[in-house]
């Protein structure tokens, strides 16, 4: 959960997170909260983007690892962050690789509910690319929807937003 100090609004909570779980680690400052508060309040102020999805997209073709155990193999296949009933993102935005074990655990989970719910793992354990992509996704839908200043409590929240926003439509 984001600290008081942040806001509880969609472009807010995905700032945050963006913050924490992609760029942080990134960086080296893995859990440095002066460094997530800073990075966040860059994102928030229009200094730094959220990065294009060219270069998690490279590192798909580069790696022949699962995306979410990191297990080596041959016989990866691709499947979606955000399942398409969720919020209907398609396209190599929304892929990643996935041994036949992670894909078949995953199936149509939001990766949020799956990762946390499911698995029963940390939501900040959450692998940097698979997370990556989910908050690029929900930026850009919430972005197109004209939502980002809705109000959201929590990272697994912000596709349930957008669920109730495709049935005002």
Sequence with gaps: MPPPSIPRKVEDIIFYYYAKLV??????????????????????????????????????????????????????????????????????????????NCADSKGEKDLIEWWCEHLGKERDEIPRLPIGLYLKNAYEFHKINFSLKKPCQSLGKLFLISQENNNGF
């Excluded at 309040?41 to 294009?52: A, F, M, T, W, Y």
């Design 23 to 100: 760029i942080a680690p990134s960086a080296g400052f893995h859990m440095n909260y002066q460094f997530i508060l800073y990075t966040y309040s860059r994102l928030k102020n229009g200094e730094i983007h959220i990065s294009d999805y060219e270069r998690e997209l490279m590192s798909l073709t580069e790696e022949q690892k699962c995306a979410f155990c990191r297990t080596s193999n041959d016989k990866l296949e691709a499947i979606h962050v955000v399942p398409k009933i969720i919020a209907k993102t398609i396209g190599m935005q929304n892929l990643v690789l996935a041994c036949k």
